[in-house]
């Protein structure tokens, strides 16, 4: 690996501003010490999400810097174990699991299974476990090289799509019949359709004007409107609001809209805030309830249903990742973005919210 390594920081005061920045991660390794080799990695909003909650959830923590204006905005990716002094983490070993944008991280390997590892870092404890774990690729029998960037792309999106609608499912759909999705051009959103497809629910799209045509073409919805569009939905059916928007001026038009109808607010995602819901005293109907997979999955270790879980899941979204990318008539086209200055633009973007639903951002960086 070149000495020249590099990483892009993010000024926490504006998430459209990066900087590329020398990598200072030593490669000299004490004991029990792996050092991971980035080299593909994911860019969606909710990397854009992670830094905006970076202090309030801890996801600046992950990956310290140094310097208190700027953080490393963590993404998911595959990396190489590039140096290692753990033992059964061989050098070469393909790697999928959360990283900062930078050639390189250094990790204190633990529950070193068959499987993976995690990072026994103190500054990680903060956030959940699922952020600090790694998976050996060459262990999971779902791994398949030429899907790396669809996994990289919605594996930890899908796991919220999913997650999601198992809690709901398990709950009856508290009483609704219908499903209404904000922000459904994403991608967290409409795998939560797709997951939907054989439930006796209604499942209908919320979106912005300029991604309506990319939802309409998506065919996962049974019905798609603009946010213009809420007063004018059919009332008189249970219907349940899976937010991904967070966006505190449509959710009051679509408790006022609702009304009694609304039997439950799901909040998964924050496209268009970057603050937490606090009591709304304009709100009418009941109030919204976060939902953060990593909190189901932490449910599933402590039951023990982790395994059976993820058996179910890893195939599952196997199935999801080849509809996504199916080459007759993929719902994305995947690209990849190659070096930091070019990562940057898309961060740029991303914050901005100009980004276009049908490409599928890929950071590369070459070695
Ligand atoms: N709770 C959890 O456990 C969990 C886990 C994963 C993801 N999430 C959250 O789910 C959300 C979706 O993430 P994603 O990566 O799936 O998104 P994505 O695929 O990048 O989709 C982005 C979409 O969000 C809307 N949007 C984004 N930025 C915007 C802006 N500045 N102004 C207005 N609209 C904007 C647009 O959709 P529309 O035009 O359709 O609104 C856009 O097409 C994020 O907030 C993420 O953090 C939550």
Known sequence: MSDARHRLMTLKSSLRETRVAPDPT?????????????????????????????????????????????????????????????????????VFGYFPMADTLLVQAEKISRGGFADASPWRKKVPDIYNRYVL??????????????EALFRPLFVTSYTAVDFLRDAGF?????????????????????????DEVEVVALTGTRNRAFVEGLGAYDAVHGYDEVESLPTGVPTLYLDLAGDADLRRRVHAHFGDDLKYDCLVGST??????????????????????????????ERGTLHDFYDRFLADQKTF????????????????????EAIADVV????????????????????
């Open 137 to 150: 690729c060459a262990a999971d029998r779902n791994y398949e090289k030429a899907l790396e960037n669809a």
């Open 348 to 367: 740029r973007d991303l914050a901005d919210g100009v980004s276009d639903p049908a490409e599928g951002a890929i950071g590369v960086i070459d070695r």
């Open 321 to 340: 990742f080849e509809r996504v990318v199916d080459p007759a008539s993929p719902w994305i086209r995947i690209v990849e973005h190659r070096g930091f």
């Open 272 to 301: 268009q805030s970057d603050s937490f819901t606090s009591g709304d005293p304009e709100l009418v109907g009941p109030k919204p309830v976060f939902f953060f997979a990593a909190t189901c999955l932490d449910q599933h270790r």
């Open 26 to 94: 030593p490669s000299d390794l004490a004991e029990g010490e792996v050092l991971l080799a980035l080299d593909r990695f994911s860019l969606t909003t909710n990397n854009i999400t992670y830094a905006a909650y970076g202090d309030a959830i801890g996801y600046w923590t992950v990956f310290p810097t140094g310097d208190p204006a700027y953080g490393m905005m963590p993404v998911w990716g595959f990396a190489d174990i590039a140096a290692s002094r753990a033992e059964g983490l061989e050098v070469g070993a393909r």
């Open 174 to 198: 508290f009483g609704a019949k219908r499903i209404v999705i904000s922000s459904a051009s994403s991608k967290t959103a409409y795998g939560s359709a797709w997951c939907l497809e054989n």
